[in-house]
Structure formats: C-alpha cells, structure tokens
C-alpha cells in the first residue's frame, strides 16, 4: 500500500505564488518518476512537471518558465513552487509516482489551486 498526501493547495490573485508538496509513504522499494499533473474542469489531465529520481525534469510549454518542480528522495517528497500564477493555472492538481520498473504508478487525491482576483 502506497499513498501519497499532496497539500499547498488555495487560493491566489493571479501573479501570485504557491508551492505544492507531496510526501509518499508507505510500501514500496523505489521511486523513479514522481510529477504533478492537474485537471481544470471539462479538461483532460494533463501533465505538469515530472522529475527523475536523478533530477532530470520536464515540464508542460504552459508552465516552463513559471513553476519549478524538485524532490527530496530522503524524505519521498516532491514539490512544485508555482510562479507568476494565471487564471488558467486554475485546476485540481495531482502528485503521481512510478516504480523504477514503470509497472507501477500510484496518485495522490490532489489538491485544489484557484487563481482569481
């Protein structure tokens, strides 16, 4: 059993800032691939940021530039510091991992950021 407990969601006036985090717990031997992904309403999820276990990144065209995505393997964390935020950064933001293998993949219950004045 894995889980994943993803928190720094809200509320921001566009322009702003916030930083997600994410803590994996639980039974699992490594993790390789831990990202964000996030779902604005009537949209497909799509992917924000991910980060290698060697810190290897890649982000979404929308975002390079505006969020940073690191990790801390001592303490199966990942963050994503979110910059510069829009209206249309509006969404449920989701922390994924994948095992080294890429025969597993677990998703945390996410996390509501709003942008708005």
């Known amino acids: 059993q894995v889980q994943l407990v993803e928190s720094g969601g809200g509320l921001v006036q566009p322009g702003g800032s916030l930083r997600l985090s994410c803590v994996v717990s639980g039974s699992f031997f490594s993790i390789y691939y831990m990202g964000w992904y996030r779902q604005a309403p009537g949209k497909q999820r799509e992917l924000v940021a991910r980060?290698?276990?060697?810190?290897?990144?890649n982000y979404a065209d929308s975002v390079k530039g505006r969020f940073t995505i690191s990790r801390d393997n001592a303490k199966n964390t990942v963050y994503l510091q979110m910059n510069s935020l829009k209206p249309e950064d509006t969404a449920h933001y989701y922390c994924?991992?994948?095992?080294?293998?890429?025969?597993?993949?677990?998703w945390g219950q996410g996390t509501q950021v709003t942008v708005s004045s």
């Open positions: 980060i290698t276990r060697g810190g290897s990144t």
């Open positions: 994924n991992v994948w095992d080294p293998m890429g025969t597993q993949t677990w």
